[in-house]
């Protein structure tokens, strides 16, 4: 597998260069073509009126959506216009219900979505929407680009988060082409189960697969000291250096993992290295 055809979804204009820089670098890496959808965001909700409210009231916010997709297709064509890589864009505007049907139906004929970190100050509640379409309806992997920091399109060090689960194995197989041009990539195991096929060799049987795949692995395994297992992986991601983290996106519920947390949505929240995810 190789990543030749590459998407990305823009809805703030904020946020244009920080995600073009991000996929535009994995474009170069992979002299892959990128494909840009600039969305301007309806963000009212639909079907509901304040008292006395018109239909003025519904075109004022189309039009506002309207006014940010054409000032975020001029940056992204500013932005791309100096770029050696092959690129296509095109905007639009979706009501913000609706936005996951939009970024989906174009997600599923790309190798790979790079897309925003989508919590943190500032973040709209689109990019939420944007990485869950990509992921479940698209079922498209996610490269999810941390804030403020620079591109890493060809990691060298790479954390893979293993907890024998179809997510994570689904994850580890469509990052093969990264994890083949890795220096090493760390298997991360924390708190192996006591019982079961693997409980002797934690790790062995996904190290095997990728070896054979050409893949420089090193299984570590790591107990729970800290409350969560993402603060965990963060903690070995500043202790091995890594580069990125690759891992299973949503072994729980959406819904489950929106009310009480998870490993995926902390990640997301607290990541300073690029994070790929599947699901």
């Known amino acids: 597998m190789t990543y030749n055809s590459l998407f990305t979804v823009l809805t703030d204009p904020a946020l244009v260069d920080e995600t073009l820089t991000h996929a ?16 301007g965001v309806d ?9 006395g409210a018109s239909a003025v009231v519904l075109q004022e916010t189309i039009t506002r959506a309207q006014d940010e997709a054409e000032e975020i297709d001029s940056l992204a064509r500013e932005r791309l216009g100096g770029a050696t890589i092959r690129w296509a864009a095109e905007k639009g505007v979706a009501q913000l219900a609706d936005i996951g049907r939009h970024v989906a139906a174009r997600a599923r004929f790309a190798d790979l979505v790079t897309l925003p970190q989508p919590y943190g100050e500032g973040r709209g509640a689109e990019l939420e929407a944007l ?11 996610v490269l999810i680009a ?3 920091q620079a591109p890493s399109a060809a990691p060298k060090r790479i954390l893979l988060g293993w907890n ?45 697969y990728l070896a ?25 991601v500043t202790d091995m250096d890594a580069d990125m983290v690759v891992m299973g996106a949503y072994g ?28």
Not at 189 to 204: E, F, L, Y
Not at 212 to 236: A, M, N, Q, Y
Not at 258 to 278: D, N, S
């Open 252 to 279: 729980h519920s959406r819904f489950r993992e929106a009310i009480f947390g998870g490993a995926t949505r902390y990640m997301l929240e607290q990541a300073t290295v690029p994070v790929f995810m599947a699901h």
């Open 43 to 51: 963000r009212s909700q639909t079907g509901y009126y304040y008292a």
């Open 164 to 208: 024998e689960s179809t997510e994570a194995l689904t994850a580890a197989r469509a990052a093969l082409p990264l994890m083949r041009s890795a220096e090493v990539v760390h298997i991360v195991v924390i708190d192996p189960p006591t019982h079961g096929p693997n409980r002797s060799d934690p790790g062995g049987l996904v190290a095997q």
């Open 212 to 236: 054979r795949h050409g893949v420089k692995t090193e299984i570590d395994v790591l107990s729970r000291s800290l409350p969560r297992v993402s603060d965990v992986l963060l903690r070995h």
């Open 24 to 39: 535009t670098a994995v474009a170069e890496a992979n002299d892959a073509h990128l494909d840009v959808l600039c969305l």
């Open 131 to 141: 990485t869950e379409a990509a992921l479940f309806e698209g079922r498209t992997p």
């Open 146 to 148: 941390p804030t403020g």
